[in-house]
């Protein structure tokens, strides 16, 4: 297999480590990576959705997979663009068609989904701008906090959970007629807010059978106790404390099953990952939303903790004899920390020195590159340190430890991971 992984995140830089370990970097590619991917392969420094210039690449390295890491290839029809040339379509993209990954790409695609499949989610509507007076009265007949989401791709933002009726009907209009998301936002769905606590479950699929990999949790806001603004990960933790064995029956029978079963049954070109964003409600699992691709900072932490060949699934997928099964996974808790630079999410400084800093195995890199200086940043988050334990606190320590050893000018990372899963 001579594989290009699309993205240049610590998600991407965890699939390339343990791709190294199966493959060996000499048949790997990331495009267009950071300074860890580079450990692991060759970058190539191409746009995730510069079609053009990532087939002549291809041709010229004699790639035959493709991997994108991030949602943004697959909505842009990297699957579509490479079957549809006949001197790239013997390459095997792994991931929906374009049609397919609106099960991310649109929000009102994957509840009209879950309703037909019967599949446990939030009760909701769908509006256009033509059916403004429709919403508010929708609006009005729902209890607060009310939940409305951009129908399209809206880098994290399109979601807004508001107390206020009133304040949630003027947000509604300036979503549909003022275009506050942009066109990600000239549908919007409202939905009924669901309490609880959230955690992932993946998939990997040829589209017919399934590979489940480890559950994990993540930390999204950038303040600790889940205060502040919403961020690309602050952390994360697998397995998770209260994915107990009734919650996995329930989350298999009641969601994986039957959304795999769905694609099939709806003649939907999917394969690749389905990421299942999931709450637990008094003890029921439901979908908040599905993605088409791996998690950020998840990846950091289930990678490390699968036991099994990711290559091996990707050509079993690939010739169709992928069996259904649960991943072999490691017993040991994994923890990821991430640093990121001073201001994030909002604005931040590029180009600080990464001191003192030594590779260790699994300190995955995003924003990260190397010039004549060394290491230096180049993204908000810049580093994501994952570690092993026996218990999930040895864990954490462990990729605390490792922070403490690595420094850049307003160098942040929250001190708060996991502590919310002590009492389980
Ligand atoms: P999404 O982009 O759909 O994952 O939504 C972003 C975040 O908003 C989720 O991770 C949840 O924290 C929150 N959220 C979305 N939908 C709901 C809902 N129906 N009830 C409560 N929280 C929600
Ligand atoms: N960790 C959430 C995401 O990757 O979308």
């Known amino acids: 297999m001579r594989i290009l992984i699309l993205g240049s995140g610590a998600r991407e830089h965890a699939i390339a480590w343990k791709l190294k370990s199966e493959i060996g970097s000499e048949n790997i590619y990331i495009s267009p990576g950071n300074a860890g ?28 997979t493709i991997f994108p890491g991030s949602e943004e290839a697959i909505a842009n029809g990297v699957r579509d663009y490479f079957e549809a040339n006949d001197d790239t ?66 880098a994290g933002k399109g979601v807004l959970i508001l107390d206020d009726l009133n304040h949630a009907k003027k947000s509604l209009n300036e979503m549909l007629a003022n275009q506050k998301f942009g066109s990600a936002s000239d549908k919007v769905v409202i939905e009924e807010y669901l309490d609880g606590i959230e955690f992932s479950v993946f998939a990997l699929t040829d589209g017919d059978n399934y590979v489940i990999f480890p559950e994990a949790k993540d930390y999204k806001r950038i303040g600790e106790g889940d205060t502040g603004l919403n961020t690309g990960g602050m952390g994360a933790i697998s397995p998770v404390p209260f994915y107990t064995s009734d919650v996995h029956d329930k989350t298999m029978n ?50 490390p903790r699968l036991d099994e060949s990711l290559s091996q699934m990707i050509m079993d997928a690939k010739r169709g004899k992928l069996t259904s099964k649960i991943a072999k996974t490691v017993t040991k808790y994994a923890a990821t ?3 990121v630079s001073g201001g994030y999410p909002e604005h931040y400084e590029k180009g600080k020195k990464i001191d003192n800093f030594s590779d260790s195995d699994t ?62």
């Open 254 to 303: 009641q969601i994986v099953i039957p959304t795999i079963k769905g694609l099939k049954l709806q003649n939907l070109n999917f394969r690749g990952f389905v990421f299942f964003g999931l709450i637990l409600v008094d003890g029921n699992p439901m979908v908040i939303e599905y993605n088409a691709r791996l998690g950020d900072p998840e990846t950091e932490v289930i990678i």
């Open 89 to 154: 379509k013997h390459i095997y993209v792994f991931s929906p068609d374009k049609f397919a990954g609106q099960l991310e790409s649109s929000k009102a695609f994957a509840k009209e989904f879950m309703q037909e499949l019967s599949i446990p989610t939030a009760a909701y509507k769908s509006f256009t701008i033509n059916e403004l007076e429709e919403g508010y009265s929708f609006l009005e007949s729902l209890k607060p906090p009310f939940v409305l989401k951009a129908d399209g791709l809206a």
């Open 363 to 424: 300190l995955f890199h995003a924003g990260t590159k190397r010039d004549n200086n060394g290491l230096v940043t180049n993204g908000g988050r810049v580093l994501a340190a994952t570690s092993y334990g026996d218990s999930m606190d040895e864990a954490l320590k462990s990729s605390y430890d490792t922070l403490t050893k690595v420094n850049f000018n307003r160098m942040f990372y929250r001190k708060d991971i996991g502590h919310d899963l002590k009492k389980y």
């Open 337 to 339: 920390v991430f640093a």
């Open 37 to 64: 991917t580079q450990m692991c392969g060759t970058n190539a420094n191409i746009g995730v959705s510069d079609f053009e210039s990532l087939k002549s690449y291809c041709i010229e390295n004699n790639i035959d």
